[in-house]
């Protein structure tokens, strides 16, 4: 399927405007797409009718072109002189039975002249007169410019002092491949064989092979005695006045066109970077700086993380309550936000868009603090409700119990041996009383079986320093690990995104690239080709 290139213009236009609203490129690097440089021509004729074929002079000033289509209408319709600029409007010449269906927008309608003719020979032409592109007006230029897309033929009129002018040989370089050229050297009558050479010379090395140069005199009373070929220029832009040529012209200013866009594409194709290689060094680079990171916080932190253990123990009870210490200080986020701005600068130096990836971390940068808080808070708050291990807690809880139950269990014990004793002395003739030995070893049992279990406890408890200090490692690793995931989700977001973009702008160079072949085109003439750049 063949696109057409006002539909790929558009495409182009709004992918230009996405990438600037979503910080890929800015309005600078898509000016080309997002400006008139690249908008297509409007159609200025009912598609009802054939379109005739635009021809219009161009030149600098002072070189003859109103008096060449004065000439040609013989009567004048433009206007002529040598002061600069001299042609200040576009001056339209053509038939009666042809209507212009509208102008393109914005066209400054008191600076177009239109005068009409009944001849037949001249019936499918429009002829014609551009401002002076050399004019130092800018309005002129861009009238010029404005004109250009609808026009099937131009005729580059130079005078022997000013053939090699540089404002007028840069447009032909730069719009030559979309249009049919005809050269005219005016005022042959003061021409020098040499200049006609040397002017063929410049065409040559513009890409010009065989170009058709005429030479042309605008005095009356010298035409007869010089060389003037203004007749065969007449006659050659009347055989080319024909559907087939018009429609050839018109595809192949369609294919230069679509060329020009897909070089404009690439450009900005190669800005979005060039190889996926370039993000796996991206998420390599910020490894490794990862690593250094956290091996240089983790040594720097030691002491605020114990001092701020000690303010958890001591507030235990309410751990809302503020520590004069902070575990993320100011020099920690300053060496984190050098972290991200050296992965920002590696970023460019890959030659990747910046702004996207520096404002997908920019949350992080900015939350860090926050989401180390939060959780080392919560490690803490989860240590200190249940501080020490498994074991510990285990231990301390039959410590608990036993400490009530031995001295119940050694009391009970010991008050039995002495009821036993004293039943037995009593059924003796000669009663014997419990001694001092066990008396002290029941001081001594009951004491053992109380201290043991307190004992345990008290060299079992945990301390809840080390165990908000153990929360605060524990937090830290975590808000640690879910800062690098989320640096790295940026960096895998911003691939997917910018691979997003590429794909996009891959589908509309290869929507350029789609030619169907047009029956109705055919090959150009001989005629036609030298009129055109290869």
Known sequence: MAYDYSDLVKQAKNW?????????????????????????AQALFDASEESPLVVAFLGGTGVGKSTLLNRLAAKNIA??????PTSKEV???????????????????????????????????IWMDMPDFDSTEQSNQRLVLDWLPHIDVLIYVVSPERYRDNKAWQLLLAEGGKHAWVFVL??????????????????????????LVYQSCCIKEDIEASVDEFLALQSMMQKLATQKTIKQLAVRS??????????????????????????????????????????????????PMQQLAQNYALNSTNLSKQSEHSLWDTWAQTRFMDSLDSLILQVDSLGLPVLPIKNSIEPIRSNIKTTIQDYTLLEVRKSLIKPGNKLQRAILKIAAIAEIILPISAMAWVMYQAFIHFYKSSLMEN???????????????????WLFPYFLQKKLTPSLEKAASKGLKRGLEKSLQII???????????????????????????????????????????????????
Do not use: M
């Not at 996405?18 to 440089?37: F, G, M, R, Y």
């Not at 009663?431 to 079986?449: K, R």
């Not at 911003?494 to 350029?512: A, G, K």
């Open 484 to 534: 690098d995931r989320q640096v790295l989700s940026s960096i895998e977001n911003y691939e997917v995104q910018r691979q997003h973009c590429q794909q996009q702008l891959v589908d509309i160079i290869e929507s350029c690239q789609q030619e169907e072949l047009d029956k109705g085109a055919g090959q150009e003439s001989s005629e036609l080709s030298r009129l055109l750049l290869p």
């Open 431 to 449: 009663p014997q009383y419990l001694g001092a030995d066990f008396a002290i070893n029941s001081v001594v049992l009951i004491a053992i079986v």
């Open 186 to 211: 005016n005022q042959s009558d003061r021409a020098q064989a040499e200049q006609y050479d040397d002017f063929i010379q410049q065409l040559n090395k513009a890409g010009f092979n065989q170009p």
């Open 91 to 125: 001056t339209l010449f053509h038939h009666a039975d042809i209507h212009i269906n509208q102008l393109p927008a914005g066209f400054p309608l008191e600076k177009i002249r239109v005068d009409k003719h009944f001849e037949e020979k001249n019936r499918r032409i």
């Open 79 to 84: 206007k002529t002189g040598v002061v600069r």
């Open 16 to 40: 230009a405007e996405n990438v600037v609203n979503e910080n890929w490129l800015t309005e600078a690097e898509v000016h080309s797409l997002l400006n008139d440089d690249l908008k297509p």
């Open 254 to 303: 369609d294919k230069v066109r679509k060329l020009e866009l897909i070089q404009e594409l690439n450009n900005q194709l190669n800005k979005l970077g060039k190889t996926d290689k370039q993000v796996k060094q991206l998420n390599d680079y910020w490894q490794g700086q990862w690593q250094n990171f956290e091996l240089l916080l983790r040594e720097a932190l030691a002491l």
